[in-house]
């Protein structure tokens, strides 16, 4: 899964509501090199989730996330996914042509879970604790993989009394979401007891912070501890990893399938 970020950047005028030519075009560019190094999936995101970051009101995130969906699903074959927790972007994106719905607050605003279930989209189940504006302030718990799991295969439960179907429903631990740099390694290491639960697991650690960390890297020299990362997490039984870097992860990837026992790739 190859991520897109559809915050407007630092060259375009940040108050202004919708989606400039130029960033469409950047991110159609982006997209199709995606796509050439092999890319399953593309995710794009209207919000930003990262540490810090400040909610935008549902109808920008429309205004980012819709006409980029309708460009991506016009242009490729490749299934987009959308990175949104409000239930009126769900509704659009779906009608959008989006094929997955991807939320780091795991359905839990209000209409989310309804809107999903309509759209008969599958969905992708992430933990976080509190919201990004101050998720990183003070995470605590008292065992990280204990409630990371439970949480997440409670809202999955939620989800199959709401109709979705057990094989639509992907969780992810959600690195980086209200979590410290143990935390992060305390869930990496637990991958397995993840995929052990039968659902499919999507794990996304590129670029983050907890990298930087145990590197001392600043986010642009993170793409060796990133490509190793996912490596690992597939390793360990991830279904989907979500990348920047979808060339250096695909090649680390069909490596590991040359090696693997009983692999005839
Ligand atoms: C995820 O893990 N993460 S948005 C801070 C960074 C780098 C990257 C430089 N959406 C996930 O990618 N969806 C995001 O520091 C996600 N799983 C799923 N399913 C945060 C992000 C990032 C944040």
Redesign the pocket.
Known sequence: MG?INITPDSFSDGGELYTTRLDLDKTLFKAHHMVEAGAGII?V?GE????GAFEIGVEEELNRVVPVVEALTARFDTPISV?TSSSEVIREAASAGASLI?D?RALRRPGALEAVAKTNLPV?L?HMQNEPASMQVAPTYKNVVAEVKSFLLAQRNRCLLAGIPSHKILI?P????GKTTEHNLCLFKSIDQFVETNVPV????????FI?ELLNEA?DQ?LIGSVTMALLAAQAGASVL?V?DVKETKQALRLLSYTEKLSDT
């Open positions: 991520i995710d995101g930003s989730t990262r540490p990175d991807n780091v992708c992430v992810d959600g690195f980086g979401f999507l794990i996304g650690v590129s670029r983050k912070r930087g986010p993170r979500r920047h």
